[in-house]
Nanobody, 123 residues
Framework: VQLQASGGGLVQAGGSLRLSCAAS????????MGWFRQAPGKEREFVAT????????YYAESVKGRFTVSRDNAKNTLYLQMNSLKPEDTAVYYC?????????????????WGQGTLVTVSS
C-alpha cells in the first residue's frame, strides 16, 4: 500500500488546515489508520487514529478538541481536520496504515507510512 499525504502548508496561529492521505488500494479500508507528526529536533509522536469503520477515534491530549480524524473508505482516503492551530503544531505530518482493523497510538503497530506533509504555524 502506498500513501500520499497532502494539504500541508503555512498558516497563522488560530487558523485551520485539512490534511488528506490517499491510499493506493482498498486494502487500507479494512485497517485502522493514524496520523503522527515529527517536529524539528524532536521524536515522532502520535496525533490521532481511527478504526476501519470510522466510528472509533482516539487523540493525543495535545490536539484533543482541536483536531478531527475521519476517513472515507469509498475513496480510500484518511483526513485530519486541524483547527485552532498553534505554533507548537508545526511538524511534518505522516499518515499510516495499522496492521489490524483497530486504530492505535503505537507506531510499531503500523505497517505502511506515507511520505509526510509539512505544516508550519506562524505566531
Amino acid at each position: 500500500v502506498q500513501l500520499q499525504a497532502s494539504g500541508g502548508g503555512l498558516v497563522q496561529a488560530g487558523g485551520s488546515l485539512r490534511l488528506s492521505c490517499a491510499a493506493s488500494r482498498r486494502t487500507a479500508s479494512n485497517n485502522g489508520m493514524g496520523w503522527f507528526r515529527q517536529a524539528p529536533g524532536k521524536e515522532r509522536e502520535f496525533v490521532a487514529t481511527i478504526g476501519w469503520r470510522g466510528g472509533d477515534t482516539y487523540y493525543a491530549e495535545s490536539v484533543k478538541g482541536r483536531f478531527t480524524v475521519s476517513r472515507d473508505n469509498a475513496k480510500n482516503t484518511l483526513y485530519l481536520q486541524m483547527n485552532s492551530l498553534k505554533p507548537e503544531d508545526t511538524a511534518v505530518y505522516y499518515c499510516a496504515v495499522a496492521r489490524g482493523s483497530v486504530g492505535t497510538s503505537k507506531a510499531e503497530l503500523y505497517q505502511y507510512w506515507g511520505q509526510g506533509t509539512l505544516v508550519t504555524v506562524s505566531s
